[in-house]
T-cell receptor
């Protein structure tokens, strides 16, 4: 079983709309979460990290973490065509960053005009 | 922003041959990673390298794999000999420190072993 699971697999959003992505970890050691975005032909690029319970907002992006349920979400407000990409949730253990990040399979977001 | 470069972008080799994947990390970064992504599967951590040594490696980092960064040049992943199951996209990443630092990823090298 994958330790980081994402849903949905794909998502179509109208331009200007809201996209909501979900991620759940099955490993209680994972307490730190990242959202990465990957455009075609490029490597993943970090959007934001979230380490504490609650919301974290950066521009049009808001992440929410519930440590009790190990659930993290990403909401993209006012979606733009440039937001069309593959979005990864990644997790790590707070005291063992050297072990690298554990990634989910990703959610493919398509923003249509 | 800071960029990680990977050379080559594609590599096709015959099973049993040696291959070296090259990564040019962000200039002031100290920690370097390799990840492996098989088509349709999630990206998986292979190895973390710091100060000339492997810090951590996963079970995917087989004995046929080795990493080095001689004299601050490319950070390399060498596979010798290659196997069919090594076909994947390999991503290099770097970060200035451990902890809550962002990992910067390269665009990946697609390795096809025939």
């Amino acid at each position: 079983q994958q330790k980081v699971q994402q849903s949905p697999e794909s998502l179509s959003v109208p331009e200007g709309g809201m996209a909501s992505l979900n991620c759940t970890s099955s490993d209680r050691n994972f307490q730190y979460f990242w959202w990465y975005r990957q455009h075609s032909g490029e490597g993943p690029k970090a959007l934001m990290s979230i380490f504490s319970d609650g919301d974290k907002k950066e521009g049009r992006f808001t992440a929410h973490l519930n440590k009790a349920s190990l659930h993290v979400s990403l909401h993209i407000r006012d979606s733009q065509p440039s937001d069309s990409a593959l979005y990864f949730c990644a997790a790590s253990e707070p005291d063992n960053y050297a072990q690298g990040l554990t990634f989910g399979l990703g959610t493919r977001v398509s923003v249509f005009p | 922003g800071p960029k990680v470069l990977q050379i080559p972008s594609h590599q096709i080799i015959d099973m049993g041959q040696m291959v070296t994947l090259n990564c040019d990390p962000v200039s002031n970064h100290l920690y370097f990673y390799w990840y492996k992504q098989i088509l349709g599967q999630q990206m998986e951590f292979l190895v973390n390298f710091y100060n000339g040594k492997v810090m951590e490696k996963s079970k995917l980092f087989k004995d046929q794999f080795s990493v080095e960064r001689p004299d601050g040049s490319y950070f390399t992943l060498k596979i010798q000999p290659t196997a069919l199951e090594d076909s994947a996209v390999y991503f290099c990443a770097s970060t200035p420190g451990l902890g809550g630092y962002e990992q910067y990823f390269g665009p990946g090298t697609r390795l096809t072993v025939l």
